[in-house]
């Protein structure tokens, strides 16, 4: 059992930057992956970046350059950092735990990127 919770979302420029946070709660030890998506209006929520248990990390196309996943050590916190911000990432972001018995979500939050 794992509580995932939110932060950092808001209004940015376009060319700006946000870093989200996504803090763990419960069973921390027994995440073995993390994962951010986003779902704007209208369409189904997409993988952004994903984090294994390695270390080793994956991105949607779109962000590939822009956005960076990242934990500290004890995986209490994962990290999205986003640059170069676009109007297309505006979206409602979520965080993701994968563990051995199941998956966990985060209620998301909001970034908005104005043009």
């Known amino acids: 059992q794992v509580q995932l919770v939110e932060s950092g979302g808001g209004l940015v420029q376009a060319g700006g930057s946000l870093r989200l946070s996504c803090a763990a709660s419960?069973?921390?030890?027994?995440?073995?992956?993390n994962a951010w998506y986003r779902q704007a209006p209208g369409k189904q929520r997409e993988l952004v970046a994903s984090?294994?248990?390695?270390?080793?990390?994956n991105y949607a196309d779109s962000v590939k350059g822009r956005f960076a996943i990242s934990r500290n050590n004890d995986k209490s916190t994962v990290y999205l950092q986003m640059n170069s911000l676009k109007s297309e990432d505006t979206a409602v972001y979520y965080c993701?735990?994968?563990?051995?018995?199941?998956?966990?979500w985060g209620q998301g939050t909001q970034v908005t990127v104005s043009s």
């Open positions: 993701r735990s994968i563990t051995l018995a199941g998956d966990s």
């Open positions: 419960g069973r921390i030890s027994s995440i073995r992956a």
């Open positions: 984090l294994n248990s390695n270390g080793g990390v």
